[in-house]
Each structure stands twice: as C-alpha cells, then as structure tokens.
Nanobody, 121 residues
Framework: VQLQASGGGLVQAGGSLRLSCAASGRTFSSYAMGWFRQAPGKEREFVAAIDWSGGSTYYADSVKGRFTISRDNAKNTVYLQMNSLKPEDTAVYYC???????????????WGQGTQVTVSS
C-alpha cells in the first residue's frame, strides 16, 4: 500500500489542523493505521493509531483529549484531527500502515512521506 499524507501547515497555538492520509490499493481496510511525528533533533514518536474497522483507537498521553484519529475505508483515507495545538506539537507527521494495532514504529510496514506541522506561540 502507498500512503500520501497532507494537511500540514502553520497554525497558532490553540488552533486546529486536520491531517489526511490517502492510501492506494484495495487492501486499505485490512490495515491498522497510525500517525507518528518527528521533531527536529528528536526521535520519531507515536501519536495515534486506529484498527482496521475504526472500532479501536490508541493515543499517546501527550495528545490524548486533543487529537482524534478516524478513518473512512470507502475513501481509503485516515485522518488526524488536531485541536488545542501547542508549540511542542511542531513536527513532521507521518502516517503508516500495519497488520495490527500498535504503538511502535517497528510494527508498521508502510510509511507516507510526512507533512510538516508548525505551531507558533
């Protein structure tokens, strides 16, 4: 499966953005999907994940209550709604696909190219 992330940009603290990740291939609905992020000088970290059906979701503590992951299998797309953004959310955001729900990058086999999110204070 090929993944294309979009929706990043520059936003003020407290604002919102919605990231999208469009997938190619007819097997999208069989994959769990995740979002990860990497800030300058830091390792890539888990943000959120959703199972194949959308029935189970998992969030990093740092974004819980502010970010929402969702998916539309008919559109082969997964979303990350980001509210109450903070400067520390600034990073390149990546979407990824895995055979099962997980929170480590090693569990994900397919990766998108990343989209930059910058939150100004």
């Amino acid at each position: 499966v090929q993944l294309q992330a979009s929706g990043g940009g520059l936003v003020q603290a407290g604002g919102s953005l919605r990231l999208s990740c469009a997938a190619s291939g007819r097997t999208f609905s069989s994959y769990a999907m995740g979002w990860f992020r990497q800030a300058p000088g830091k390792e890539r970290e888990f943000v959120a994940a959703i199972d194949w059906s959308g029935g189970s979701t998992y969030y990093a503590d740092s974004v819980k209550g502010r970010f929402t992951i969702s998916r539309d299998n008919a559109k082969n797309t997964v979303y990350l709604q980001m509210n109450s953004l903070k400067p520390e959310d600034t990073a390149v955001y990546y979407c990824a696909a895995a055979d099962r729900l997980g929170n480590t990058e090693y569990e994900y086999d397919y990766w998108g190219q990343g989209t930059q999110v910058t939150v100004s204070s």
